[in-house]
């Protein structure tokens, strides 16, 4: 069935970068775009961009742009996104979701990765 | 950009009883076949969310049609039937935008047994 998988924990310092992946199997990856959700600790969910696997464009949230990027390896159907310049503010789960395009909305996510930023 | 107005955002319920909880966005987000891309979401703790309605009223595959979704225009609602115990959790609408593609949640609810 299909389903998104994300690598595991990350702790970083402030100032690093963090670079999560989300592994899509079970269903064709150029027809769906990828999503990334993050949800600080006891916090709500905080949308952060949108991958598109065809022609890889993106669009960010105004609040990360500059700091975030979103790239694909299609040969593994891996999507990554990576957050620069680490705050303590950045921890937080963070999750992929897929969507069949804008503005649909997300119905399989994957299971969350943790990043801890702490010095 | 829209806002997200959850309310409540705690509900206590008795199980049995149905439960309800409002929506309402900043903006109205029609588009010209009449769609509206509200979501509502489901996340128990320590779980990633799950999906329960899209646009506005429609069940995801594997819902009990214990949930239900209304609404027009800016003011929408999730409506639990009967509330069982596994219902506990936070609920989260959220809408999206075609150009650009911006997306936003409200707050979220928590819903609790009494």
């Known amino acids: 069935q299909a389903q998104l998988e994300q690598s595991g924990t990350e702790v970083k310092r402030p100032g690093a970068s963090v670079k999560v992946s989300c592994k899509a199997s079970?269903?064709?990856?150029?027809?769906?775009?990828i999503h990334w959700v993050r949800q600080a600790p006891g916090q709500g969910l905080e949308w952060m961009g949108i991958?598109?696997?065809?022609?890889?464009?993106?669009t960010y949230a105004q609040k990360f742009q500059g700091r975030v990027t979103m790239t694909s390896d299609t040969s593994t159907r891996t999507v990554y996104m990576e957050l620069n310049s680490l705050k303590s503010e950045d921890t937080a789960v963070y999750y992929c979701?897929?969507?069949?395009?804008?503005?649909?909305?997300?119905?399989?996510w994957g299971q969350g990765t943790m990043v801890t930023v702490s010095s | 950009d829209v806002v997200l107005t959850q309310s409540p955002l705690s509900l206590p319920v008795t199980l049995g009883q149905p439960a309800s909880i409002s929506c309402r966005t900043s903006?109205?987000?029609?588009?010209?076949?009449?769609?509206?891309?509200l979501n509502w979401f489901h996340q128990r703790p320590g779980q990633s969310p799950r999906r329960l309605i899209y646009?506005?009223?429609n069940r995801d595959s594997g819902v009990p049609d214990r949930f239900s979704g209304s609404g027009s225009v800016t003011d929408f609602t999730l409506k639990i039937s009967r509330v069982e115990a596994d219902d506990v959790g936070i609920y989260y609408c959220?809408?999206?935008?075609?150009?650009?593609?911006?997306?936003?949640f409200g707050q979220g609810t928590r819903l609790e047994i009494k």
């Open positions: 079970g269903f064709i990856f150029t027809n769906y775009h």
């Open positions: 903006q109205s987000l029609v588009y010209s076949a009449g769609n509206i891309y």
């Open positions: 646009e506005v009223s």
């Open positions: 991958f598109n696997p065809i022609g890889s464009r993106t």
């Open positions: 959220m809408l999206g935008t075609h150009w650009p593609p911006v997306y936003t």
């Open positions: 979701a897929r969507a069949l395009g804008a503005p649909d909305g997300f119905d399989i």
